[in-house]
Nanobody, 127 residues
């Protein structure tokens, strides 16, 4: 069974940090581009970050402007997992965070282009 499972969400104060994990089972995540998306109540799903597939060496990453310099996406092929390190969190980062995967080399932007999705993990930034 092909599955993505997110973990690591929670409640954190403004300025705090969280690391989200996206673990794959049933397929080698190394050959997939992986994106992180988020959806806040009443808002559309938004692309946050993406990492190209992990085959052939270093993976290229990209970020939406609002998280540049604060979030870092990375992958550990041995653990079949992609991470999203989130620092200097702000209340506006509050959302359900989802990871998604597509078997392509280069990241794709649109959510509908991804083939596999996790169930989401809640991140709440509040004092």
């Amino acid at each position: 069974q092909l599955q993505l499972v997110e973990s690591g969400g929670g409640l954190v104060q403004p300025g705090g940090s969280l690391t989200l994990s996206c673990a794959a089972s049933g397929f080698p995540l190394e050959y997939y581009a992986v994106g992180w998306f988020r959806q806040a109540p009443g808002k559309e799903r938004e692309g946050v970050s993406c990492i190209n597939n992990g085959s052939g060496g270093r993976s290229t990453t990209n970020y939406t402007d609002s998280v540049k310099g604060r979030f870092t996406i990375s992958r550990d092929n041995a653990k079949n997992t992609v991470y999203l390190q989130m620092n200097s969190l702000k209340p506006e980062d509050t959302a359900v965070y989802y990871c998604a995967a597509k078997r392509v080399r280069v990241c794709v932007r649109q959510a509908y282009e991804y083939d596999y999705w996790g169930q989401g993990t809640q991140v709440t930034v509040s004092s």
